[in-house]
């Protein structure tokens, strides 16, 4: 199997717009999924057999495609691929290619990444999965924090790895920053099953079921970014935690 799946989010008139693009191949079938995060804050999918287009990096940009057929443009775009985990042939690499972009037609500021997988999720044995990015008006942060079979902590700033010390719903602390979330709002609280993976026709085995009944919850911060010897930088974090506990 192959997964590759897409997140992209911008702020834009107050609020944050959060798009999911993926495909799913199993040997000659492909499986594509579509989602949004509506207005009602629920998120809304759907799902099409045969496949569908992905996002494409070209010329320092980032083009998302649309089913209207016009294209959503990030500008600040990079391919930057880690491997986050490895086991003989099965791997997971994480590429945030846009760290903190603008979308050309109206300069809206936002994130992209992808995730590709050739195996089934729940073989990493998570527990509680942490992630969040800020984007300020001159640095970037992201962060990813895994407990479970395989813990794992990174994060980037500004493109370079720093050690994460510490990711709260209050904050994050690196080596090399710190990140104060103030007047957080909840954007989603639900299943992966009734939310992120709402009709995959993924197996009905124990693992599958376990995944499905992560709970997600998303958060949207104004944040402030202290790095020493610089100015406070002011942003918008948006953080989530997945929890299987």
Not at 72 to 92: G, M, V
Not at 103 to 122: I, S
Not at 178 to 192: G, K, P, V
Not at 212 to 220: A, C, D, F, N, P
Request: a positive charge; charged letters at 20%; hydrophobic letters at 40%.
């Amino acid at each position: 199997m192959m997964l590759e799946k897409w997140y992209g989010d911008v702020f834009y008139g107050g609020e944050l717009h959060i798009f999911y693009r993926a495909n799913l191949t199993l040997g000659p079938v492909a499986i594509g999924y579509r989602g949004c995060l509506s207005n009602e804050r629920r998120t809304v999918s759907r799902i099409s057999l045969g496949g569908i287009p992905m996002p494409c990096v070209g010329h320092d940009s980032l083009i998302w495609p649309e089913e209207d057929g016009t294209n959503f443009i990030w500008n600040n775009a990079a391919a930057r691929p880690i491997e986050l985990w490895r086991d003989r042939d099965k791997t997971i690499t994480w590429d945030p290619i846009v760290l903190n972009g603008k979308l050309v037609h109206n300069g809206a500021r936002g994130y992209a990444e992808r995730l590709k997988m050739n195996f089934a999720p729940w073989r990493l044995g998570l527990k509680l999965l942490k992630w969040g990015r800020f984007c300020g008006e001159h640095h970037s942060l992201t962060w990813i924090e895994w407990r479970g079979s395989f813990p794992l902590r990174l994060a980037l700033l500004n493109a370079q790895p720093v050690t994460l010390n510490e990711a709260t719903r209050n904050g994050v602390r690196t080596s090399s920053a710190t990140l104060h979330f103030r007047s957080s709002r909840a954007l989603i609280n639900e299943t992966i099953g009734t939310g992120a993976l709402k009709g995959w026709s993924l197996p009905v085995g124990r693992g599958a079921r376990a995944l499905l009944r992560g709970t997600e919850t998303k958060w949207l911060a104004e944040a402030n970014l202290e790095i020493a010897g610089l100015p406070p930088d002011a942003g918008h974090a948006v953080f989530e935690e997945v929890s299987w506990e």
